[in-house]
């Protein structure tokens, strides 16, 4: 069983840099390729990135690529999503899911474990 949960939300100014996690308390992690999907105030959730089981595979969206890293720990049962240079068009809920396909998607419908979520708000 998979029970994700993520941290490292916050408030930050307009090119500032924030570290999201998310955990999973169960122990399957590894088995599992790991995305991070976010939603604005009245839009559907969108994806942002994704990490392959064994974290050498990633992909990202168009819009955050090159300010966005997306890691995982195994050992740690711990993903990461780094951002920089963070807009306030990043403002929104983040949330990470896990899902046990071999090659990485960015379809949320595939995702069949899903976080709480955390907020992340960019000032201008």
């Known amino acids: 069983q998979v029970q994700l949960r993520e941290s490292g939300g916050g408030s930050v100014q307009a090119g500032g840099s924030l570290r999201l996690s998310c955990v999973d308390s169960g122990d399957t992690f590894s088995d599992y390729n790991i995305g991070w999907f976010r939603q604005q105030s009245g839009k559907d959730r969108e994806f942002v990135a994704a990490v392959g089981q064994s974290g050498t595979v990633r992909e990202y969206e168009e819009s955050v690529r090159g300010r966005c890293t997306a890691l995982r720990n195994n050992v740690a049962n711990t993903a990461y999503l780094y951002l920089n240079n963070l807009k306030p068009e990043d403002t929104a809920v983040y949330y990470c899911?896990?899902?046990?396909?071999?090659?990485?998607?960015?379809?949320?419908?595939?995702?069949?474990?899903w976080g709480q979520g955390t907020q992340v708000t960019v000032s201008s």
């Open positions: 899911a896990a899902e046990p396909g071999l090659l990485l998607t960015t379809d949320k419908t595939a995702y069949d474990y």
